[in-house]
């Protein structure tokens, strides 16, 4: 975990290597499989002291336009539905 929120990808890198050597040596088989599976994956997980991205406002958009498609049951005309989303987010029009 300490991996994902390093302040830096030096420091996301050191943090991997101490904690990969102490699961290779631990001789603990799925420590070892686990360790060598995100090795795969290490590039990634460490871009993410450079974008911290995640998910939720997303998750919060999709959840909000699932409430109008609740509400909306019934409308014949999707254009009025695509309207009732773009209220319900207002912001920069493009």
Same mark, same amino acid.
């Given at each position: ?34 360790? +060598? ?6 590039? #990634?997980?460490?871009? @993410? /002291?450079? *974008?911290? !991205? ?11 336009? +699932? ?6 049951? #019934?409308?014949?005309? @999707? /254009?009025? *539905?695509? !309207? ?11």
């Amino acid at each position: 975990k300490e991996v994902w929120f390093a302040p830096s990808v030096r420091e996301g890198a050191r943090r991997w290597k101490d904690w990969y050597r102490l699961a290779i040596d631990s001789g603990i088989a799925p420590a070892i499989a686990f360790a +060598k599976r995100l090795r795969k994956y290490l590039r #990634g997980i460490l871009a @993410s /002291a450079i *974008f911290p !991205l995640n998910t939720s406002v997303l998750e919060g958009v999709n959840n909000r336009i +699932k409430v109008i498609k609740r509400m909306a049951y #019934g409308f014949r005309d @999707s /254009a009025y *539905f695509f !309207l009732k989303i773009k209220a319900a987010f207002p912001g920069k029009a493009r």
